[in-house]
C-alpha cells in the first residue's frame, strides 16, 4: 500500500492509455483494462492475505467518490474488518458473536432523540444486555448507533437519526458527514435533514 496519497490527477487519468494499474496511494489505483476500460481498486492486506476489491468504473465513480470509499474502507481496516465481508453483514456474525439462525444482521429501532438513544443504551447495559459499538462505516448516514444482543445472539440497532436522500437522488458526500465520537458527547448539534420517520416515542422529558 502506497504512503503517497493522492497521486493521480484528473489530467493524469485520462492520459492513462496503457494497461496497467496506476496508484493513487493509500491502497487506491485505477485499473486500465487491455480494452482501455478504467476502474477503481482498493487493494489491502488484511491478517497476512492480500484481497483487492472493485470500488465501481470510472465513468461512474469519479476520483473524488474513489478516494472517500478508499478511506471508509481504510477506517474498516483499522477495526479489523474486512472491507468486502462488511458489504455482507452476514459474514460479520461469527466475529460479533450473532446467531447464524437468521436472514439478517439486526433489528433496527430509531428512538425520539440523542439523548433517549443515550438513556436507552445505559438502561440495557445496567439490565444486563450486552451493547456493541460497529463502526459507522457499516451503517452510513445513521449517525451514532449501538447494538444491543438479546440472550439468543440477535442484535437490536438502536439509533435517532436517519440522514435523507437529496432532491438530486443522491446521499450526502462522505466528507459532509459528521464525525462519530468513539467516547459519545453529552449532546449532539441537530441535523437539518433528520428523517423522522415513525419513531419509539416514548416520554421525551
Not at 56 to 67: E, F, I
Not at 98 to 108: I, K, Y
Not at 142 to 147: E, K, L, P, Q, T
Request: aromatic fraction near 10%.
Amino acid at each position: 500500500m502506497s504512503l503517497e496519497m493522492n497521486r493521480l490527477t484528473i489530467p493524469a487519468i485520462r492520459a492513462a492509455k496503457a494497461k496497467g494499474m496506476y496508484a493513487d496511494g493509500g491502497g487506491l489505483y485505477l485499473q486500465v483494462s487491455t480494452w482501455g476500460t478504467k476502474a477503481w481498486i482498493f487493494r489491502y492486506t488484511l491478517k497476512g492475505k492480500s484481497r483487492q476489491m472493485g470500488l465501481g468504473p470510472l465513468n461512474t465513480v469519479s476520483l473524488k467518490t474513489a478516494r472517500e470509499e478508499a478511506q471508509r474502507c481504510r477506517n474498516l481496516l483499522r477495526e479489523g474488518i474486512d472491507p468486502i465481508e462488511s458489504r455482507d453483514p452476514k459474514a460479520l456474525r461469527e466475529e460479533l458473536e450473532l446467531s447464524p439462525h437468521t436472514t439478517c444482521l439486526s433489528f433496527g429501532m430509531q428512538v425520539g432523540d440523542y439523548g433517549q438513544l443515550r438513556d436507552a443504551v445505559s438502561f440495557l447495559g445496567d439490565n444486563g444486555a450486552e451493547i456493541k459499538y460497529l463502526p459507522p462505516e457499516l451503517f452510513p448516514g445513521i449517525d451514532y448507533s449501538a447494538f444491543a444482543l438479546d440472550p439468543d445472539g440477535h442484535a437490536i440497532q438502536l439509533y435517532y437519526y436517519m440522514e435523507q436522500i437529496g432532491w438530486d437522488g443522491k446521499p450526502r458526500p462522505a466528507s459532509q458527514r459528521p464525525q462519530i465520537a468513539s467516547a459519545w458527547p453529552e449532546s449532539v448539534d441537530p441535523q437539518s435533514d433528520t428523517f423522522v420517520g415513525e419513531p419509539f416515542l416514548g416520554p421525551l422529558g
